[in-house]
């Protein structure tokens, strides 16, 4: 089984490795089959997995409703993080700006609770902030959810420094969902630093580059339609060529510890603090059973100055999304 780790001085207790399930049904092409989907993420209990990432954008609506249905039996034993923070209209493409109003927020819960199947929401995050709300008002509305016994815990996803400050001082957070990676240190700079200080969790989505530090992505590679990396400028061929040499940083070490890119890049994150709790999204089996056993992997202080180091000379192409949803981070 995994071991477990504690999100900050929360106490909220998960397994160090999550399960992020948004490309089940939403970004990665086509929803996948959901009859398999439940099967996956009922496997992901059996190894041990606690932690279960969804939100109701991913779809939008029909990820929740597929973790709600899949985490049905054994409900009681599971973490869920969902998250609330945009405008949706289910007729649109895409989500239609940015909603943290606190009555939307309230809205929002009831609605995720539904389609979760559930009394409580674990772990709600505000999406990305909405520069129009201030904090202070998004923190309040969810501590009244917690008030309620709606919502047990309140995070953050991809703030800035000031605006954790500021919202920790109405509500304390949990945790931060943000991208970390070694191919996307940033938040080592300020935000670590300030969770360390404030006591709150670190929940790296995208912890395998979206797919690219498990190797199975060269500058080859033809995404599906709908597959939201064809916008990602950091996977346009030639940067996928140009950034094949972090892959290459993390085969070596994979072939000396006798495991995959994968699992080092994900036991590397594990090793940066023990109040780090990396999500891993995947709709194969193999691949689920890849990363859960990253936990089991040791790297000594010796190695991981080695990654890191060899990481840190690569500089690495291309921006992590493209500019309309840059502009939504690290505010």
Request: proline share 7%; glycine share 8%; net charge neutral.
């Amino acid at each position: 089984m995994i071991e477990k780790r504690t999100l900050g001085k929360s106490g909220l207790e998960v397994s160090a490795v999550g399960l992020g399930c948004m490309g089940m049904s939403f970004g990665f092409g086509p929803p996948k089959d959901k009859a398999e989907m439940i099967s996956l993420i009922r496997k992901a209990y059996d190894l041990g997995v606690t932690f279960f990432d969804t939100a109701e954008v991913y779809g939008p609506f029909i990820n929740e409703e597929l973790v709600g249905e899949a985490v049905a039996p054994f409900r009681r034993q599971i973490v869920i993080a969902t998250k609330f923070g945009f405008k949706i209209d289910p007729a649109a493409p895409r989500p239609g700006g940015l909603d943290s109003r606190p009555e939307h927020i309230k809205e929002v819960a009831e609605a995720s609770l539904k389609r979760l199947k559930t009394d409580r929401i674990d772990l709600l995050y505000q999406h990305r902030v909405d520069p129009n709300v201030p904090i202070e008002d998004v923190a309040g509305a969810v501590k009244d959810l917690i008030q309620q016994g709606k919502v047990k815990h309140f995070g953050l996803s991809e703030a800035g420094a000031q605006t954790i400050r500021r919202a920790h001082a109405v509500q304390p957070v949990a945790a931060l969902q943000s991208e970390y990676s070694l191919w996307w240190r940033e938040p080592e700079a300020e935000i670590i630093p300030t969770l360390e200080e404030l006591g709150i969790g670190f929940v790296p989505f995208s912890p395998l580059g979206k797919g690219f530090l498990t190797g199975a992505i060269d500058a080859d590679t033809k995404f599906e339609q709908g597959d939201f990396r064809n916008l990602v400028p950091r996977f346009t061929e030639e940067n996928r060529k140009a950034n094949q040499a972090v892959v290459d940083v993390l085969k070596g070490f994979a072939r000396r510890k006798n495991a995959t890119p994968a699992q080092i890049a994900l036991a590397w994150l594990l090793a940066q603090k023990p109040w780090i709790v990396p999500i891993p999204g995947t709709t194969k089996l193999n691949r689920l059973e890849e990363n859960i056993g990253a936990a089991n992997i040791q790297l000594s202080p010796f190695d991981l100055r080695e990654i890191g180091e060899a990481a840190s000379k690569i500089n690495v192409q291309g921006a992590r999304y493209p500019e309309e949803m840059q502009r939504m981070v690290g505010r």
